[in-house]
């Protein structure tokens, strides 16, 4: 259960009311700059830039478009009927903007999932959130229709710069930033929003010049290269209206809190400001991050249970140590396995688990914190597109995997943490489709089994796999292969400010 942030603290130092969200906004700068008394705009340090912010219709190199193009019909809502059924909540019973209905349309979606639907109608209103949720809940679609609904519904009137972002989505990993960034992109298809990552491992200075050709409304960064970027004056967030924190309790177990720390103060008080926070699971430590970043939020539960079950066949095969392998490669020949992905502990099992299946002629790729961060973009893109069958994955890795139609999940090894394992499953049976999950327990992890059927509410069936599932593969020479350098935090500030805003500098 949520515990201590259900008691406010009566303190009232941070007592400024929140800006409505249905009213004229002139963001929080505004009042940040009324109540210091002082501008924060004009002919300060930020106006020394050579470069002002353009029209969004001028970003390119000034040429127009002399092409003829056939009138289109303007899309109506006549074209996305959505019958009401009890207890549910469709999106059309919302009020979001026709061009937000439009990409959810195009998406599929006819009525909110759970936490869309008991957070939606808060969050569009203005109102901080925690939501306590698994992925593949829905909840990346949540808290990104409030932020488009917000932007749209409340255009910033003022002279914009350069790195200023309106809305910030923080993540713990990169891939998970990449898909937060790539569903933003799909529910903002027919806006002029302007979307941008920050992530480690991938070109500081081409980032930066991403960043300051166009300007921001959406932000999506990990803590470590936000704050590169936000030390190095690159980017700026004090005019950020509304503020998203995914995955907490990972952050907090991955030691990024410390830096989130330092970003939350970069942007307004707290009662300027929107906040939407996510956790998987609330410790007290959570809970005092909840007290301290949000105001008086909305509480939304979605058990793991209503995760785990629903669409996932769960099998458990009781094997030794020496059998995993031989039972991992018999699983990958089945003819009803089009995609599986592989989950270990550690990046050492994970490699040699690759080599092996490379070794025995199987397309697989590895997803794993010592893979470059190119190279990582290219294995999820292989594995999407099918060019490879499997992939090997670590906990941390595979939260940002968010794949439609993997058919089936293998924990070669059962996770510590039990909310791991419906972290895991839940890559599969996603989008209302069925999946498979296959969990190898050995004698050195067994031992896990019980707290993952706690946290799940029912046990597990045990059962040893058949005898031809056990058939030794073919031996091969086995070669290592490179996961390749990371480059978490580096690169450096270089090259001109131009394009999309004012220099701040």
């Avoid at 698994?134 to 949540?142: D, L, N, R, S, V």
């Avoid at 569903?183 to 991403?210: F, P, S, W």
């Amino acid at each position: 259960m949520i515990g201590k942030f259900f008691r406010r603290s009566s303190d009232k130092s941070e007592n400024a009311s929140k800006p409505q969200a249905k009213g004229p906004k002139a963001g929080p700068g505004a009042e940040k700059r009324s109540a210091e008394g002082k501008s924060t705009s004009g002919k300060d340090g930020r106006s020394r830039g050579r470069q002002r912010n353009r029209r969004r219709d001028q970003r390119t190199d000034g040429r127009k478009d002399t092409r003829t193009k056939a009138p289109q019909k303007p899309w109506t809502l006549d074209e996305f009927q959505v019958p009401e059924q009890e207890g549910k909540v469709r999106f059309h019973d919302l009020d979001l903007p026709l061009p937000v209905m439009h990409a959810i349309a195009d998406l599929g979606f006819q009525y909110a999932s759970p936490i869309q639907g008991q957070s939606l109608p808060h969050t569009l209103n203005g109102h901080d959130l925690v939501g306590k949720a698994q992925t593949g809940t829905g909840k990346t679609a949540a808290f990104l229709i409030t932020v488009i609904d917000d932007l749209l519904k409340h255009p910033f009137d003022g002279e914009r710069y350069a790195g200023e972002a309106r809305a910030l989505i923080i993540a713990p990993t990169r891939e998970l930033v990449m898909q937060i960034a790539d569903d933003a992109k799909n529910l903002c298809k027919y806006t002029d929003l302007e979307i941008h990552t920050l992530v480690g491992g991938m070109d500081y200075e081409k980032q930066q010049r991403a960043l300051n050709e166009r300007l921001v409304d959406i932000l999506v960064a990990t803590p470590g290269r936000l704050l590169d970027f936000v030390n190095k004056r690159d980017c700026y967030l004090d005019q950020t209206e509304i503020l998203v924190i995914d995955e907490a309790d990972r952050m907090l177990d991955m030691g990024f809190i410390p830096d989130v720390r330092r970003i939350v103060r970069q942007t307004p008080r707290k009662t300027h400001r929107q906040t939407m926070f996510f956790s998987a699971t609330f410790t007290p430590e959570v809970d005092d991050l909840v007290e301290q970043w949000t105001t008086e939020p909305t509480i939304v539960e979605i058990e793991p249970e209503r995760v785990a079950t629903d669409t996932v066949t769960q099998h458990v095969y009781l094997v030794s140590s020496d059998e995993k392998y031989p039972l991992l490669y018999n699983i990958v020949q089945q003819d009803d396995v089009d995609s599986l992905i592989v989950f270990a502990n550690r990046r050492d099992q994970c490699r040699r688990l690759h080599d092996h299946l490379l070794a025995h002629g199987i397309k697989a790729g590895l997803l794993s914190g010592e893979v470059a961060q190119n190279k990582r973009v290219r294995t999820l893109e292989d594995f999407k597109t099918g060019k490879s069958k499997v992939l090997v994955a670590t906990d941390v890795a595979g939260r940002g995997i968010h794949i439609d139609g993997i058919s089936h999940v293998v924990n070669y090894t059962l996770p510590e943490e039990p909310e791991d394992y419906v972290h895991r499953i839940g890559r599969t049976g996603r989008a209302g489709k069925k999946g498979t999950s296959i969990s190898f327990a050995c004698e050195d992890d067994a031992m896990r089994l019980e707290p993952i059927e706690t946290l799940l509410g029912s046990k597990l069936k045990c059962e040893v796999p058949p005898e031809e599932l056990l058939v030794a593969p073919p031996k091969v020479e086995v070669k290592r292969s490179s996961g390749g350098d990371r480059n978490d935090r580096g690169g450096h500030r270089g090259g001109r400010r131009g394009g999309g805003g004012r220099s701040r500098r």
